[in-house]
């Protein structure tokens, strides 16, 4: 069985082959390749996930799905045209929810990459308007609150490194752990530079609308921080 699947999934490639070389103004031949993904990654030929499947193929996708549920086949009944609806709203509700989730820890990637980057352009652009941010023993920031923090750290620590250790998401929550690390080369909140070493563990909880940053809290070992640069006893 496991060699007659191999062989059925082989038809997506036959396909493309046939119409790699044929000129037409949409791009038919990586849509057939693409068209038995799945937006979990666990389709075929190359596992494919969200963004990376042509949204060509994802239509056809659904209609396949939905023409081989009504149909008979040899080693079943059809199972009627309702059925196979049924199916593909709840899958297709199932794939959006993951896509969206996948898109918000992008947001969330992005922002370090900023932060680290000390491109505070780029980070404001990816703050709502409104945004609060909560973080510990500072009570809740807003836009321009949270720059003048950023601008804080990354003058105190100007070669700042966030290692996302994990991240996950559920509909517009992303969750992130990461290590915070850098030199105490700058002024941080009045206390002079010691020229150390630090590394300290964060948690992060962010809330994404419309691709941008709404509502965030973080949870940082602000305590092993200023033990670290000799502000506090250890």
Known sequence: MIVEFSMIKM???????IFQNVELPWPIADIILQHHERLDGSGYPRGLACKDILL???????????????????YRPALGIDKALEFSIVQCKIGMEETMSEE????????????????MEGMMGLFSDTIAWRFTGM????????????QGFGGAFPDMCHTIDLVVAEGDVVATSLTFAGTHNGELM????????????????????GGKIVDAETVVDMMALMQQIGAIPS
């Open 190 to 209: 009045g206390i002079p530079p010691s020229g150390k070493k630090v590394e300290v563990r964060g948690m992060n909880m962010y809330r994404i609308a």
């Open 11 to 17: 038809h997506s490639q036959a396909g493309h082959d």
């Open 139 to 150: 009570g809740e920031l807003d836009k321009k609150g949270l720059e003048g923090l950023i």
């Open 56 to 74: 060509s193929a994802r239509i056809i996708t659904v209609a396949d799905v939905i023409e081989a549920m009504a149909s008979h086949r040899p």
């Open 104 to 119: 918000n820890k992008a947001v969330v990637r992005k922002y370090y990459e900023l932060l680290d980057k000390g491109d």
